[in-house]
Structure formats: structure tokens, C-alpha cells
Nanobody, 124 residues
Framework: QVQLVESGGGLVQAGGSLRLSCAASGRTFGTYSMGWFRQAPGKEREFVAG????????YYADSVKGRFTISRGNAKNTVFLQMNSLKPEDTAVYYC?????????????????WGQGTQVTVSS
């Protein structure tokens, strides 16, 4: 089992940056692929970025490619999402997720554990 706690959300102007953090409990963090998803009001939860167990492979939604960077620190059980050049359409609740299969990490169903979410609001 792993518990996930996100932090770092907030209000930022368009063009600004935020860094989200996700702290994971448990000793098996390195066995999970990790992902970030987001959900805007009235919309379905969507994939943002994912990272493999070792951190050697990363995946991004086309809408954030080149602006967001996912990384992980297995020694500290933490995964990060650096968000640059933010746009109003990035406004959403952002969720951290952990997946035990390590497969298809761009798919919501690949994840077993979810954080409570952190709000990101980008003003125009």
C-alpha cells in the first residue's frame, strides 16, 4: 500500500510557473510507476504526465509537452511536476497516482492509488 499527498498548487498568472510535489508513504515507492492527472470542472480526469519506476522513461499529454516536466526522487519517495508557461486551460485539480503494473502509464486504469488532489488555477 502507498499513500500519496500532493502539494504546491495555487493561483498563478498565465505564463507563470508552479511546481507540484507528491510525497508517498511506504518502502516500495520504487516499484510503482507514477503519474499526474488533472480534472477540470465538468470534464473527465485526464492524463498529464507519467514516469517509469526507474525514472528512465517519461510520457506527456500533447497539451503539456514542452511545458511540463515530471521527475521522481526514489530516495525521498517524491514525484514532481514542474509546470511552466501555464495557460488558463491548465486550470484543474491535479492528482498524483501510483501504479503497480508499470504498464500503459498514460492510462487512468493503470493506477491503483490516488492522492486527494491539489487545485491549480491559472488566471488570464
Amino acid at each position: 500500500q502507498v499513500q500519496l499527498v500532493e502539494s504546491g498548487g495555487g493561483l498563478v498568472q498565465a505564463g507563470g510557473s508552479l511546481r507540484l510535489s507528491c510525497a508517498a508513504s511506504g518502502r516500495t515507492f520504487g516499484t510503482y510507476s507514477m503519474g499526474w492527472f488533472r480534472q477540470a470542472p465538468g470534464k473527465e480526469r485526464e492524463f498529464v504526465a507519467g514516469i517509469s519506476r526507474s525514472g528512465g522513461s517519461t510520457y506527456y499529454a500533447d497539451s503539456v509537452k514542452g511545458r511540463f516536466t515530471i521527475s521522481r526522487g526514489n530516495a525521498k519517495n517524491t514525484v514532481f511536476l514542474q509546470m511552466n508557461s501555464l495557460k488558463p486551460e491548465d486550470t484543474a485539480v491535479y492528482y498524483c497516482a501510483a501504479g503497480s503494473t508499470g504498464l500503459r502509464i498514460w492510462v487512468l486504469d493503470a493506477y491503483d492509488h490516488w492522492g486527494q488532489g491539489t487545485q491549480v488555477t491559472v488566471s488570464s
